[in-house]
């Protein structure tokens, strides 16, 4: 009888020792790769890269914490802290995510914009270039604002594609802006050129 | 007294087993130690670097520091998988150390590679905006395909496209669309050198006749007209000093001499009015008569037809003026020189029959104009 109480407290202490030897989070460590990949290839690395860069350092963080509790004696490891960085890292990741498609959407609504802006500045321009002054370097420069406008154009005809085939949009808008700001530029260069024209007639 | 053999079985069991736990406490307590302060200082100095962009600006440093951080952590856990009194963590710390080493150097590296392409930038960028401003001018009234036109639009446009990346701190893709810029830029500044090159041969029969004709003037007391092609403009000075400069415009082949009728181009040389007509007296409004071609004009153009360089049935041509009904901005003339109606009146009052006019492709060097 003694015996055997003697040995039930020997494996029970063995079985708790056991039991209480903490498992590494691998799980939670592969999801949380899994997270950062996923924000990767929704491009948060380019267009939200602080959060992108935040959520990889966090991993980097969980992982480093994960290895902490492993260098230590078994019976004394404890992954709390680590599976709580990992969970920080899929919150970090998924917001990274959401800012990415709502930074992707509003760039989008942007170059939409300004490919609406930049067809009726051509269409004005092209408007004014037919009454723009032909005398001195007149029609020398009518031809060279008229290049200029068609290379506007094309930026303007390349980017639209783009957006049909859902190109890369921060490229689209690095593309977009510089040709819109041209338009205008040309748009008060005429003006301002018919203005004087006009002003000129009437001394 | 003598003890019981299960007694002493359980002394020996029990010596043995204190035996293994002080063993195993002292293995315990003088296990190595991972460098986890170590690693952390190697993340907070890598994030430091990734959010100066030291993976673009860069990349060499960084990719090792991130090399080594991963072959630390790699080497880590390979430890941790011992037994815990066989672990031996010296070569982590050595890849740790080294890892935060290469990332240190990426950090620095990354901020002065920044900024030694920013200031390339701006230097390239400054120096070609210069160019183009120059070239402006020149540009716009030489007889170039309208591809080539706007492939350089299109390379404007390319550096527009870098400014606006520049302003908004991306100088990897800045200097991207200033090299590209530069390359369509560059194409059309290929074919203008090419043709203004071959164009400036003449340069220096050009500034003789220049100088000999303001000379004239100044020896004489009388006015004199030297026209530059490549400025468009035309220049009348009286008594050898500079009196007035007028807008003129040519036949459409205006780069180079005359050579035959109907080539459309302005010869080049000097000459002198050999006739006036008032309003009336010819088609463009009021004109003076120049006397090409004149005996330096035939002896070329005989020369190029007996060496087959002109057709046989070739003919000279004449009848080259300075007339008006010009200011339209072209070069539309069938090679005569056009100024607007009212600088023909100023001038054509001023100028005398006999008065010299001396047409030169440019009075500055190339290397003048395009600089």
């Not at chain 1, 009454?131 to 154009?153: D, F, H, N, T």
């Not at chain 2, 070609?128 to 007889?143: A, E, G, R, S, T």
Request: hydrophobic fraction near 40%; aromatic fraction near 8%.
């Amino acid at each position: 009888m003694k015996k055997g109480l003697l040995k039930l407290v020997a494996f029970s202490v063995l079985v708790v020792t056991l039991a209480s030897c903490a498992k590494a989070p691998q799980v939670e460590i592969d999801a949380a790769n899994a997270a950062i990949e996923a924000a990767k290839t929704a491009g948060a690395d380019r267009y939200v890269p602080e959060s992108f860069n935040a959520a990889s350092e966090a991993l980097k963080s969980a992982v480093t914490a994960v290895e902490e509790q492993n260098s230590k004696f078994a019976l004394f490891r404890n992954y709390d802290a680590a599976k709580t960085t990992l969970a920080s890292v899929n919150t970090l990741a998924s917001k990274a995510v959401e800012e990415t498609t709502a930074k992707k959407a509003a760039l989008k609504a942007e170059v939409t914009q300004a490919l609406a802006d930049i067809a009726a500045t051509i269409t004005a321009n092209k408007e004014l270039l037919t009454k723009a002054p032909k005398g001195k370097e007149g029609k020398a420069a009518v031809e060279a604002i008229g290049q200029e406008i068609a290379a506007v154009e094309t930026i303007s005809t390349e980017v639209t594609a783009g957006l049909t085939n859902n190109e890369d949009i921060l490229t689209l808008s690095g593309k977009i802006k510089p040709a819109v700001e041209k338009a205008k530029a040309i748009n008060t260069e005429l003006t301002d050129v018919i203005a004087k024209a006009k002003g000129g007639k009437k001394k | 007294m003598k003890l019981g053999w299960k007694k002493r079985l359980f002394v020996v069991i029990g010596i043995l087993f204190s035996v293994f736990v002080i063993v195993y406490m002292v293995l315990i307590l003088t296990m190595d130690k991972p460098p986890l302060k170590e690693f952390k200082v190697c993340q907070t100095i890598l994030g430091k670097a990734k959010r100066a962009n030291a993976d673009v600006y860069a990349p060499e440093y960084y990719t090792a520091a991130e090399r080594k951080y991963q072959s630390a952590l790699f080497e880590w856990k390979i430890q941790n998988e011992k037994v815990f009194f066989l672990r031996n963590y010296s070569r982590t710390k050595e890849l740790i150390l080294t890892a935060t080493l290469k990332a240190e150097e990426s950090n620095a590296s990354s901020g002065v590679n920044k900024n030694s392409l920013k200031m390339k930038y701006l230097q390239e960028i400054e120096l070609l905006k210069h160019k183009l401003d120059n070239y402006h001018d020149i540009f716009i009234h030489l007889p170039l395909k309208v591809s080539l036109r706007k492939n350089y639009e299109f390379g404007k446009l390319s550096l527009e496209q870098g400014l606006n990346a520049f302003s908004s701190g991306d100088i990897m893709l800045a200097t991207k669309r200033l090299n590209e810029g530069k390359i369509r830029i560059s194409i059309a500044d290929k074919e203008v050198n090419e043709l203004l090159k071959e164009y400036f041969n003449n340069f220096s029969r050009w500034q003789g006749w220049a100088s000999a004709t303001i000379r004239l003037s100044a020896q004489n007391n009388c006015y004199a007209f030297v026209v530059d092609k490549i400025k468009h403009k035309g220049y009348l000075y009286n008594k050898g000093k500079l009196n007035k400069e007028y807008d003129v415009e040519f036949g459409r082949n205006w780069i180079g001499d005359k050579h035959y009728a109907g080539d459309k181009a302005t010869p080049e040389g000097m000459y002198k009015v050999i006739k006036k007509m008032g309003n009336g007296g010819s088609k463009y409004y009021k004109a003076m008569l120049i006397n090409y071609p004149n005996d330096e004009d035939y002896a070329s153009f005989n020369s190029k037809k007996r060496q087959g360089v002109l057709s046989k049935n070739s003919r000279i041509g004449g009848l080259i003026e300075i007339h008006g009904e010009g200011g339209k901005g072209a070069d539309w003339t069938s090679g005569c020189i056009a100024l607007s109606n009212s600088e023909i009146d100023e001038l054509f009052s001023r100028a005398p029959v006999g008065m010299p006019v001396t047409i030169v492709g440019s009075l500055m060097s190339l290397s003048e104009l395009l600089n």
